[in-house]
T-cell receptor, first 114, second 112 residues
Framework: DTGVSQDPRHKITKRGQNVTFRCDPI?????LYWYRQTLGQGPEFLTY????????KSRLLSDRFSAERPKGSFSTLEIQRTEQGDSAMYLC????????????FGSGTRLTVV | TQLLEQSPQFLSIQEGENLTVYCNSS?????LQWYRQEPGEGPVLLVT?????EVKKLKRLTFQFGDARKDSSLHITAAQPGDTGLYLC????????????FGKGTHLIIQP
């Protein structure tokens, strides 16, 4: 197992376009998390899944954002009608059931909206 | 809303010096983690602490969790240029809850 994989690593899009990011977690981890990190800030929680169920969403996750994890394995995060304020690093992490063991993060997808 | 404050925000020291960075909250942590992040990469977990007063060591890094579980410190002995990075603390405030709350981090630069 090579860890958490995210694709693409970088994405440049024009304002108003839709983008989709993919995350492949560590196979034996049943929890998957999405975070957003802007310059100079720590990561901010967006949402998380336990298996295929989306259990929590942050109020940061506007209705333009949607996340899925259809088979409890990989996950996608879609942003519709992107805005310049969406420019950030989008991080995915996975963990076992007990989160106190710590998360394994992917390398992130850097989104730039122009 | 639970807030996590880290200090200092920036720290630049010479190779071989010792340093301590801090993480504080007004709320009690259920668990606390320290991560290190390099530019363009995701955070990498260094340690998890859950018991008040706990001390953990990772080579030249010493992590301490406050007795009241509201604060933590990371001490680096004989810092090396490879220690350069963003050090983030992150915590959960309710046992079993998810969605880590991160601090803004301490940007550490070790000059050779």
């Amino acid at each position: 197992d090579t860890g958490v994989s995210q694709d693409p690593r970088h994405k440049i899009t024009k304002r108003g376009q839709n983008v989709t990011f993919r995350c492949d977690p560590i196979s034996e981890h049943n929890r998957l998390y999405w975070y957003r990190q802007t310059l100079g800030q720590g990561p901010e929680f967006l949402t998380y899944f336990q298996n295929e169920a989306q259990l929590e969403k942050s109020r940061l996750l506007s209705d333009r954002f949607s996340a899925e994890r259809p088979k409890g394995s990989f996950s996608t995060l879609e942003i519709q009608r992107t805005e310049q304020g969406d420019s950030a690093m989008y991080l995915c992490a996975s963990s076992r059931m007990v989160s106190q063991g710590g998360y394994t993060f992917g390398s992130g997808t850097r989104l730039t909206v122009v | 809303t639970q807030l996590l404050e880290q200090s200092p925000q920036f720290l630049s020291i010479q190779e071989g010096e010792n340093l301590t960075v801090y993480c504080n909250s007004s709320s009690v942590f259920s668990s606390l983690q320290w991560y290190r992040q390099e530019p363009g990469e995701g955070p990498v977990l260094l340690v998890t602490v859950v018991t008040g007063g706990e001390v953990k060591k990772l080579k030249r890094l010493t992590f301490q969790f406050g007795d009241a579980r509201k604060d933590s410190s990371l001490h680096i002995t004989a810092a090396q240029p490879g220690d350069t990075g963003l050090y983030l603390c992150a915590g959960t405030f309710v046992r079993g809850a998810d969605g880590l709350t991160f601090g803004k981090g301490t940007h550490l630069i070790i000059q050779p």
